[in-house]
T-cell receptor, first 115, second 109 residues
């Protein structure tokens, strides 16, 4: 089954404790992206990757890091989480041509709480 | 700056009562207008892509249309299982996609 898999689904942590949210897709998509979803603000892009070893900032990259060492994986790293990063996070992927004309396939989300 | 505005924020319909959701967009060089459905606790699920003004696409009780400034998602004779949040997104140049904040639809039996 074609899918984007995120882990964990739920995560509660404390301020400053480094964490990684994993994302993997089995569709051989070149394009991958991370979004956060907050009430009243919609989905906002954090980082995206057009291909292996190619990443770029989205609209809200501060406090986040990403890497793309393999085509299927695109982990999101919070090196020193803060309470304002409490949110619902989604990983998404898209086939050749990137997201400009191709739809995004989303994972089921990671709900992060930073206390 | 690209902008996408959806209205209404929430919509409550009786089963069988048809209606439309609105998505107004401002984007330079539109490459695609997307509609997604999002159920509670899940990621958005792709519904339609529209590429040019005048284009229409249908799927079961849903029909999406596009003008140069707006897109509409028409829901004909909705059922309770159509209850969800519907998201609109525009894509312009530089691989940029902008999402609206969604319309939460509730269909009451």
């Amino acid at each position: 089954e074609a899918q984007v898999t995120q882990n964990p689904r739920y995560l509660i942590t404390v301020t400053g404790k480094k964490l990684t949210v994993t994302c993997s897709q089995n569709m051989n998509h070149e394009y991958m992206s991370w979004y956060r979803q907050d009430p009243g603000l919609g989905l906002r892009q954090i980082y995206y990757s057009m291909n292996v070893e190619v990443t770029d900032k989205g609209d809200v990259p501060e406090g986040y890091k990403v890497s793309r060492k393999e085509k299927r994986n695109f982990p999101l790293i919070l090196e020193s989480p803060s309470p304002n990063q409490t949110s619902l996070y989604f990983c998404a992927s898209s086939d050749r041509g990137g997201q400009a004309r191709s739809p995004l396939h989303f994972g089921n989300g990671t709900r992060l709480t930073v206390t | 700056e690209d902008q996408v505005t959806q209205s209404p924020e929430a919509l409550r319909l009786q089963e069988g009562e048809s209606s439309s959701l609105n998505c107004s967009y401002t984007v330079s060089g539109l490459r695609g207008l997307f509609w997604y459905r999002q159920d509670p606790g899940k990621g958005p699920e792709f519904l339609f892509t529209l590429y040019s003004a005048g284009e229409e696409k249908e799927k079961e009780r849903l029909k999406a249309t596009l003008t140069k400034k707006e897109s509409f998602l028409h829901i004909t004779a909705p059922k309770p299982e159509d209850s969800a949040t519907y998201l609109c997104a525009s894509s312009g140049g530089y691989q940029k996609v902008t999402f609206g904040t969604g319309t939460k639809l509730q269909v009451i039996p």
